[in-house]
T-cell receptor
Framework: NAGVTQTPKFQVLKTGQSMTLQCAQD?????MSWYRQDPGMGLRLIHY???????DQGEVPNGYNVSRSTTEDFPLRLLSAAPSQTSVYFC?????????????FGPGTRLTVL | GIQVEQSPPDLILQEGANSTLRCNFS?????LQWFHQNPWGQLINLFY???GTKQNGRLSATTVATERYSLLYISSSQTTDSGVYFC??????????????FGTGTRLQVTL
């Protein structure tokens, strides 16, 4: 199993540009999430999905869109990039019983918005 | 929402020393995980431990859910243990199984 994969690893955007961060998992996990990590901080939840066709907002959703058309993929879209979105983005997935939803993280995408 | 506090914020150890990292949380949890973020930024799962004690090699963890804290023990530390250690929790009250709330981490540096 490849686990959780993310592309690209690095990206530089100009203010106002749009892009999509890709996330895929091959563990047949129901739950997928996007987090961002800013310097010196822990991770904060942007959006999450509890299954194909179902998404919802996390703590910091503004400026981001998601969709979940398949179990495997959960892309994150930046509609109009802003310098405040410079961060490291992590995708995560989890499954299991309600009492055991251990989350597994991808390697991250480092995004810089100029 | 739930608050997660980790201590100490920074720790410098000589190789071979032991250490204890602490995670306090403000509400009941049904998921608690410890992660190691290595110097390359990768998040590595250490323990899934909503309660009880687990051991994995030189690392062990204990969560006392009724008292709302968890401890991560590192014995005989090595330079490869350097990085940031995060505690992350999920509370039944959040309404979503996907949300982990992270602490701000303990930055560990192990020197020769």
């Amino acid at each position: 199993n490849a686990g959780v994969t993310q592309t690209p690893k690095f990206q530089v955007l100009k203010t106002g540009q749009s892009m999509t961060l890709q996330c895929a998992q091959d563990m047949n996990h129901e739950y997928m999430s996007w987090y961002r990590q800013d310097p010196g901080m822990g991770l904060r939840l942007i959006h999450y999905s509890v299954g194909a066709g179902i998404t919802d907002q996390g703590e910091v959703p503004n400026g981001y869109n998601v969709s979940r058309s398949t179990t495997e993929d959960f892309p994150l879209r930046l509609l109009s990039a802003a310098p405040s979105q410079t961060s490291v983005y992590f995708c995560a997935s989890s499954s299991g019983t309600p009492r055991r939803r251990e989350q597994f993280f991808g390697p991250g995408t480092r995004l810089t918005v100029l | 929402g739930i608050q997660v506090e980790q201590s100490p914020p920074d720790l410098i150890l000589q190789e071979g020393a032991n250490s204890t990292l602490r995670c306090n949380f403000s509400d009941s949890v049904n998921n608690l995980q410890w992660f190691h973020q290595n110097p390359w930024g990768q998040l590595i799962n250490l323990f899934y431990i909503p309660s009880g004690t687990k051991q994995n090699g030189r690392l062990s963890a204990t969560t006392v859910a009724t008292e709302r804290y968890s401890l991560l023990y590192i014995s005989s530390s090595q330079t490869t243990d350097s990085g940031v250690y995060f505690c992350a929790v999920r509370t039944p009250k959040t309404g979503t199984a996907s949300k982990l709330t992270f602490g701000t981490g303990t930055r560990l540096q192990v020197t020769l």
